[in-house]
């Protein structure tokens, strides 16, 4: 059996915890390795490392940090495939769509190799009569990266680029579920120059996340995660004086308008809906149908349904993979019976799908006549199955959104541009698609949700990330008037 190991100060560490998860392959059901779980022994020591790497680190010029983000970027892109396929087998995603969850750590990667432009300071001359003022932002120190399991290379990727762009040591505990992915991408790093200490692997479930969030030496944590597990964070990490981005769940809404294209919404809401088995943040979970579009969309959508080809998602072809884990699955179906009984109509229902008969698989749903006292609206449900509630007016639809906990994406799909523009200043979300049904922001915007679907103020990577995974200096500066000095310097005044 493998074993996959910590990587701390540029080594590949065994765990001394006697503590192991099991890391599945999601398509055969089967145990494929076991990972370490730290002890807080562990965490002390990858904190003690980190700590002792970063003053160097912090003042290499901007010049040397670039040139090591520009070699990881050659190595990561030159690479991506071999990424995805560890992706793929330990996620469970299809090998396309793990090539893409890795084109998008990329982009935030290339952002970060920018980091002279995005670290430049301010400077006011003359504030006050020979009087400037300047202002630099400084990295803060050593920070701790907590990571979920559906996107085990690109959820890292949003952290760890712009953090080590800006000059910190990082500490990455990525999920227990499929933690080889890190582990790659910190080799690379130390084969692109980062010196040792800088990127460091901790593997490890809630005894290493609390190491971490009550450790005096780790100054930030970015968590990604579940929403209770994101209060947790934040609640905590705040409370031990850190600065903490804590991004939660999801329950995302599409909208669609009766004069909307029914063709391409149906075809949005079957990738955004279905694509990664539904494991996605910005998944679409709930389809607010307006008006007449109803009828035609569950149709439209149903007929798409058996054209999905469900498989391991390393084998050619398959459009969707299995599920995490055999729990997770078993969740999920449950929300199919539970939407039945409670009065919802199952048009399609994935349990009787032809699914491989080892993994962890479950067919595509589709439900209508849902309501939002149902609990496959209220929960969210992490998997392949759409719900479709039905409204009258454009007005019920964006009330329904607001009234949700979540706020995290939402689209609107219509050829109304005022319609579109009313949804974008109303909607009570953080990122929103226009036609689009999974708006994730390009690299250069930042990534972050309203309401529970985030606990802090600052969005993930781009400016905001910036501005998280630094901290500001303003400098007054007066220098005497040579005119005026009584000092000799040693060439003639006044001329
Ligand atoms: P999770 O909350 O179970 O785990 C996330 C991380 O927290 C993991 O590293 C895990 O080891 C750790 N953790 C789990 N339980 C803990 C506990 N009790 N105490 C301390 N740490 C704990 O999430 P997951 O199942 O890995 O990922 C799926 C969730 O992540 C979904 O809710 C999804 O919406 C959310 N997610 C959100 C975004 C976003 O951008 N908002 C992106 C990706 C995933």
Redesign the pocket.
Known sequence: MRSIHHYLDGQIVPSTSGRTGDVYDPATGLVQARVDLASIGEVELAVAKAKQAFPAWRDASLAQRTQVMFNFREIFSARREELAAIVSSEQGKVFSDAVGEVMRALENIEFACGLATHLRGEFSPQVSGGVDVHSIREPIGVVAN??????PAM?PAWMFSTAIACGNAVIC?????DPSAVMKIAEWMSEAGLPNGIYNVLH???VA??GLLHHPDVAAIS????????K??YEIGTAAGKRVQA????KNHMVVLPDADIEMAADAAVSAGYGAAG???MAISAVVAVGEAGDQLVEAVAHRIPGIKVGPGTAPDVEMGPLITGEHRDRVAGYIGGAAAAGATVVVDGREADLPLEGFFLGPTLIDQVTPTMDCYLD?I?GPVLSVLRVDTFDEAVAMINANPFG?GTAIFTRDGGAARRFQNEVEVGMIGINVPIPVPVASHS???WKS??FGDTH?YGPEGIRFFTRAKAITTRWPDPATSAIDLGFPRNT
């Open positions: 907590i990571t979920p399991f559906n996107f959820v505990k990525p999920s227990e579920r490890g479930d809630k996340v609390d968590f990604v995660g579940s929403t209770p597990i994101a947790y964070v991004l939660g769940g999801a494991e996605r943040c969210e992490f995290n990534f972050g949700g679907s985030l993930m």
